[in-house]
T-cell receptor, first 114, second 113 residues
Framework: DAMVIQNPRYQVTQFGKPVTLSCSQTLNHNVMYWYQQKSSQAPKLLFHYYDKDFNNEADTPDNFQSRRPNTSFCFLDIRSPGLGDAAMYLC?????????????FGDGTRLSIL | KQEVTQIPAALSVPEGENLVLNCSFTDSAIYNLQWFRQDPGKGLTSLLLIQSSQREQTSGRLNASLDKSSGRSTLYIAASQPGDSATYLCAPKPSGSARQLTFGSGTQLTVLP
């Protein structure tokens, strides 16, 4: 059974048109992460939430925002997508930041920009 | 800043071979190191998590070792199968206040039938 679920699997949007990606989890984990992965590259952390506390990576563009309305759901909003934002977006969770806790990933949303 | 290197970038082997994937990292102050598998167009599946105090961790045909002081980890796959074909990524987790995993670019493995 899927524990980290991302919707949709594929998203196409137009240049400059806002888009929202969704992630839900059934693990009741405290931490949720959003990563961006471009073709043949390593995943790059954009931001994460510990419960309601939001932490933005220093080099995450202002164009990217996130919301976590409750424990189970987290959203990635891209306000004005550019061609360079085409990528796979991965959501992950962990119980906390402790060293014994692995991160669990969803299947990702592949975003294309027309 | 942690830098993670995975060598080779791509590997092709015949079915049945044992193989080793390598991961090196520059900052040895880590909490743990996780190995992931990524199938084309999919997310990451956690394979093994090895704590900084451990030397190795095993799951089925997979064995991960960690030499923290030298900044190295290896993933050993025994008796490889075509279903093992995927990209394998390693990700050390820093100790201290930093929270993020730093991923290597991965090794793309192809097991030929």
């Amino acid at each position: 059974d899927a524990m980290v679920i991302q919707n949709p699997r594929y998203q196409v949007t137009q240049f400059g048109k806002p888009v929202t990606l969704s992630c839900s989890q059934t693990l009741n984990h405290n931490v949720m992460y959003w990563y961006q992965q471009k073709s043949s590259q390593a995943p790059k952390l954009l931001f994460h939430y510990y419960d309601k506390d939001f932490n933005n990576e220093a080099d995450t563009p202002d164009n990217f925002q996130s919301r976590r309305p409750n424990t189970s759901f987290c959203f990635l909003d891209i306000r004005s997508p550019g061609l360079g934002d085409a990528a796979m977006y991965l959501c992950a969770t962990s119980r906390d930041f402790g060293g014994r806790e692995p991160q669990h990933f969803g299947d990702g949303t592949r975003l294309s920009i027309l | 800043k942690q830098e993670v290197t995975q060598i080779p970038a791509a590997l092709s082997v015949p079915e049945g071979e044992n193989l080793v994937l390598n991961c090196s990292f520059t900052d040895s102050a880590i909490y743990n190191l996780q190995w992931f598998r990524q199938d084309p167009g999919k997310g990451l599946t956690s394979l093994l998590l090895i704590q900084s105090s451990q030397r190795e961790q095993t799951s089925g045909r997979l064995n991960a070792s960690l030499d923290k002081s030298s900044g190295r980890s290896t993933l050993y796959i025994a008796a490889s199968q075509p279903g093992d074909s995927a990209t394998y990524l390693c990700a050390p987790k820093p100790s201290g206040s930093a929270r993020q995993l730093t991923f290597g670019s991965g090794t793309q493995l192809t097991v030929l039938p």
